[in-house]
């Protein structure tokens, strides 16, 4: 790895306690190539924009990936990543799919080891603060042919975050038109397209007064998949219910976490497709407890209410919710406050 050092930090500029998400970038990057048929050697550099000639490949056809994961620090000044691993098995998953060479291994964990130090500062100690960490590849070629890039760029950038408060509305349109995968499709792959396909859609949810949208399969409309962009599970009696991972769902590490820290706790989880006239039984006979979606920026969110069919129905408030409980048990896993059964923390 070769590594060069940005002259001065930008850390003094930085207000972290009015930070705006993903707006703040940390002193450097990592960075490699893809070329004449191999990643080359992989460097950190100070954070700088990259120049692309207009006929870049991913701008026109995108192929491109990305994904997201956090670091934290513990009250003793120790850097964590939480399951990193499962973030670089996912991004070959996402790069297979989109005919993106893989990425190895140890350039990923050991790029992300260094740059991690190297920006540690960047990583403010308490439960509310984290580092953003998003590694992305994109096709760099300078081509407009229709095809597979020769070229592409694997790069690693970080920003500090903030955690979301719990306590404000969250309220959802369930899709009845729009979709976000379909069968065959690329929805189980973190593809940049996927994401910019969303924009419209949730925009039309968010003029009618909706945060998010709940997306359902593409067939008939009638089953439930993800929230926006996170995993989604619906609390009904004391039993957790969370769609199967395949083709359309994002398969969430902040998902299959609290599957199973759930099931440690003695909750009942199905791992089931689960329709939304279930969902609207459940809540006008009174079952329904919770909805709430799983995902790395807000780890578990509660849902308060979803519009659906032209009316709209509240969640009722629970005191002790499940929610808030594996919100807790994931946090203090991530910021080495309790025990770690699975291994899931990896030092920096
Ligand atoms: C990233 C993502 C998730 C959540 O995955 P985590 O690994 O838990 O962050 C869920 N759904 C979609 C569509 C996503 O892009």
């Not at 850390?11 to 972290?16: G, L, R």
């Not at 979606?293 to 308060?304: D, E, K, N, S």
Request: proline content about 5%; some cysteine; glycine content about 6%.
């Amino acid at each position: 790895m070769e590594i060069e050092r940005a002259i001065k930090t930008k850390i003094n500029q930085v207000d972290f306690k009015n930070l705006s998400f993903g707006e703040t970038f940390s002193d450097h990057m990592f960075l490699c190539d893809y070329l004449k048929g191999k990643w080359n050697t992989p460097k950190i550099i100070p954070y700088q924009p990259i120049t692309l000639d207009p006929s870049t490949s991913a701008l026109h056809y995108g192929q491109a990936v990305f994904e997201g994961m956090k670091a934290y620090k513990d009250n003793n000044g120790g850097v964590w990543m939480f399951r990193p691993k499962e973030n670089w098995l996912r991004l070959n998953k996402s790069c297979k799919r989109m005919k993106i060479p893989e990425f190895p291994e140890d350039y990923f964990m050991k790029g992300l080891k260094k740059l991690l130090s190297m920006d540690s500062e960047w990583i403010q100690s308490g439960g509310e603060n984290s580092l953003y960490i998003r590694p992305f590849v994109f096709a760099s070629q300078p081509t407009v042919q229709a095809a597979p890039s020769k070229e592409y760029k694997f790069i690693i950038i970080c920003s500090p975050a903030k955690s979301y408060y719990n306590d404000s509305e969250f309220n959802v349109l369930i899709a009845e038109k729009f979709s976000r995968a379909a069968d065959g499709g690329v929805g189980y792959a973190k593809a940049a397209g996927n994401y910019g396909a969303q924009f419209y859609p949730t925009s039309i949810a968010q003029q009618k007064g909706y945060q998010q949208v709940v997306w359902t399969d593409a067939n008939e409309h009638k089953y439930l998949e993800e929230a926006g962009t996170m995993n989604i599970f619906v609390r009904i009696d004391n039993k957790i219910i969370t769609a199967p991972t395949n083709d359309r769902i994002l398969d969430g590490v902040t998902r299959k976490s609290a599957i199973q820290l759930a099931k440690d706790m003695g909750i009942d989880v199905e791992v089931r497709s689960i329709t939304v006239n279930e969902v609207v039984n459940a809540l006008n006979d009174g079952s329904l407890k919770e909805i709430f979606g799983t995902g790395t920026a807000v780890v578990v969110i509660p849902i308060t209410g979803f519009g659906y069919k032209k009316i709209d129905y509240k969640l009722p408030s629970i005191k002790d919710s499940y929610a808030k409980r594996l919100k807790t048990a994931i946090t203090e896993i991530q910021y080495n406050i309790s025990d770690d059964p699975y291994n899931w923390r990896v030092r920096v």
